[in-house]
């Protein structure tokens, strides 16, 4: 496995040298993190000062890469390490819980915990990722990457609070019974694939209708002013779009899922730590291919249906009222509905899969 820590990193035998990473000037102008003067800062900024979300904090820095430097890819073992250290860490404390008790949590405590698990999870997802970027460095190295934007810092805020809370909420209402005995199911390793599939159908449809319905595209066009997006700005959005992905399709996707495999409420919560990783990496703009860790038993490469983070990223760059690239976990349905954007930095050639990156576990 190939070291990605290093101040400078090899390409080919030579050094690629670290940059300053410069925030984007643009709609999403971001400056109220890099002010020394702190005076004008509101609850929302101290906030995410404290929790460390900016993904573009002052001085930090980045390698950038020529277009033609070989790209790593994930290991994708420690993306399932990172989830399920995370996700067993909160099952094993109410578990321990229940055993102590001999009860389990109300459903408003089990709102709250599981509320706070997701939360803290986002974050670190955003920490790591950081971290990463740092170490591999994005895609259109020559663009400015959108941070948190001056004028919305605390609709930012509550997108992801809103993403971390409300979740919980929907899966303890439909599905968690406090008497039911705590277990996952044996149809795990079916339930993680089939589950992000159907979060990505019904996304697919959900997000191509915004694009392409005149009546729908004024509550999307919020997310796109984001050209070249962060991990922060995944829920970015106007209010409408805001409760149909943080609620809606989390509930068609049980629904659609349920309808064929058993799916207990804490199959659900693994299931989305899953596609919650891959929700925030999708907007990350990170140079760093691979197949997402749901699918690693699926064929989808091979098929030329698996989705890398450049594909979201071109969604963002390149397109507006006209795109693709629809779906956000897979390419399944952008390849069977013929919405696929072209690649043009993660080229196969270019790919280098023996150079593995491993994502912080902290």
């Given amino acids: 496995m190939t070291e990605t820590v290093e101040a400078t990193r090899l390409v080919e035998g030579k050094a690629t040298s670290r940059q300053p990473v410069r925030p984007s000037q643009g709609p999403l102008k971001s400056t109220w993190h890099r002010q020394d003067n702190t005076q004008g800062w509101g609850l929302y900024h101290w906030l995410v000062h404290l929790i460390d979300i900016d993904p573009l ?28 250290l995370r996700f067993g860490a909160a099952f094993a404390l109410q578990y321990a819980y229940t055993h ?10 089990n709102m709250v915990f599981w509320g706070a698990y997701t939360s803290l999870y986002g974050i670190n997802v955003i920490h790591s990722t950081r971290r990463v970027a740092g170490q591999v460095g994005f895609l259109q190295p020559s663009k400015a990457r959108d941070g948190i934007p001056d004028h919305r ?19 303890t209402l439909l599905c968690y019974d406090p008497n039911d005995a705590m277990r996952v199911s044996p149809w795990l390793p079916v339930l993680i694939p089939a589950f992000s599939i159907a979060v990505d159908f019904w996304f697919y449809w959900y997000h191509r209708l915004m694009h392409e319905s005149e009546l729908l595209w004024r509550f999307h ?3 796109h002013t984001a050209k070249l997006p962060t991990t922060v700005l995944a829920l970015y959005a106007d209010g409408v779009q805001e409760w149909f992905d943080v609620l809606v399709i989390p509930m068609l996707a049980h629904f659609t899922v349920q309808a064929v495999l058993p799916m207990g409420f804490y199959d659900w919560m693994l ?15 990170i140079r760093c291919a691979g197949t997402a860790p749901a699918f690693d038993y699926l064929p989808l490469r091979r098929l030329d249906m698996d989705i890398v983070i450049e594909d979201h990223d071109l969604h963002h760059s390149k397109g507006w009222k ?40 902290w």
């Fill in 57 to 84: 904090p002052p001085s930090s820095t980045t390698v950038v890469h020529d277009k033609n430097d070989p790209i790593p890819v994930w290991n994708n073992l420690s993306a399932h390490i990172f989830i399920l």
């Fill in 100 to 109: 102590l008790t001999g009860r389990n949590f109300t459903p408003l405590i």
């Fill in 153 to 171: 810092v605390a609709e930012v805020l509550r997108s992801l609070a809103m993403t971390g809370f409300l979740r919980p909420v929907a899966a």
């Fill in 221 to 223: 066009r919020t997310h």
């Fill in 271 to 285: 299931c989305w730590t899953y596609v919650e990783l891959l929700e925030l990496m999708g907007h990350s703009g």
């Fill in 322 to 361: 006209t795109s693709g690239n629809y779906g956000k976990q897979t390419r399944i349905f952008d390849k069977l509905f013929g919405t696929v954007m072209p690649r043009v930095e993660m080229l196969e050639h270019l790919i280098d899969t023996g150079d593995k990156v491993w994502f912080p576990q």
